[in-house]
């Protein structure tokens, strides 16, 4: 079974990048790479989604290489806001919902 | 703006009870999802269903069960409680077509079990 392996946490600082990496090397030809972010006490929220290369949307990148056995979420230019916990989420091509992995979770906490 | 209601946020039973939770909808969603949440394992698929009256298992099924009667309603049923299933649990929704389509989350049920 895929297993999907990322930090369980990160620190910033206010203003710099931040790249989360996910390690998800038994990717299946199908598999979606979606990362989601959670905030205490409540649900997870979509923040981007990609298949391959590379997807930009208002909030986050998402990086992927070739062979999809990683990618990397990319958020420019952190706040303090932006603290929360960051879900990576692999599968959901096939169909076969036994292939939806979550990661653990990476913890980011950006200080001032 | 989709909207994905949990029906409690805590909740509190004994060991061997059956507990209901329950989960609602308001997008016409096709698929809705049930995972629970425990420290350092992320979320964990419990049961999937696609349409009304048809589910699918997930990863840890067992001691678990779903209803699905109506499409914005989707049920997680503990047959008989016990203190492992103390956790977490979260509803999702998503728009027909993938699996991998993004889910959108209700804000959890944080149920213990006595």
């Known amino acids: 079974l895929a297993k999907t392996t990322q930090p369980i946490s990160m620190d910033s600082y206010e203003g710099q990048e931040v790249n989360i990496t996910c390690s998800h090397n038994?990717?299946?030809?199908?598999?979606?790479i979606t990362w989601y972010q959670q905030f205490p006490s409540q649900g997870p929220r979509f923040i981007i989604q990609?298949?391959?290369t590379k997807v930009t949307n208002e909030v986050a990148s998402l990086f992927i290489p070739a062979d999809r056995k990683s990618s990397t979420l990319s958020l420019p230019r952190v706040s303090l806001s932006d603290t929360a916990v960051y879900y990576c989420?692999?599968?959901?091509?096939?169909?076969?919902?036994?292939?939806?992995?979550f990661g653990q979770g990476t913890t980011l906490q950006v200080k001032p | 703006d989709v909207k994905v209601t949990q029906s409690s946020r805590y909740l509190v039973k004994r060991t061997g009870e059956k507990v209901f939770l329950e989960c609602v909808q308001d997008?016409?969603?096709?698929?809705m999802f049930w995972y629970r949440q425990d420290p350092g394992l992320g979320l964990r698929l419990i049961y999937f269903?696609?349409?009304?009256?048809?589910?699918e298992k997930g990863d840890i099924p067992e001691g678990y069960s779903v209803s699905r009667e109506k499409k914005e309603r989707f049920s997680l049923i503990l047959e008989s409680a016990s203190t492992n299933q103390t956790s977490m649990y979260l509803c999702?929704?998503?728009?027909?077509?993938?699996?991998?389509?993004?889910?959108?989350f209700g804000d959890g049920t944080r149920l213990s079990i006595l």
């Open positions: 999702a929704s998503s728009s027909p077509g993938q699996v991998g389509e993004p889910q959108h």
């Open positions: 038994n990717i299946a030809t199908n598999d979606y």
């Open positions: 990609g298949y391959k």
């Open positions: 989420l692999v599968g959901g091509g096939s169909g076969n919902t036994g292939k939806l992995i």
């Open positions: 997008m016409d969603h096709e698929n």
């Open positions: 269903s696609y349409d009304v009256k048809m589910k």
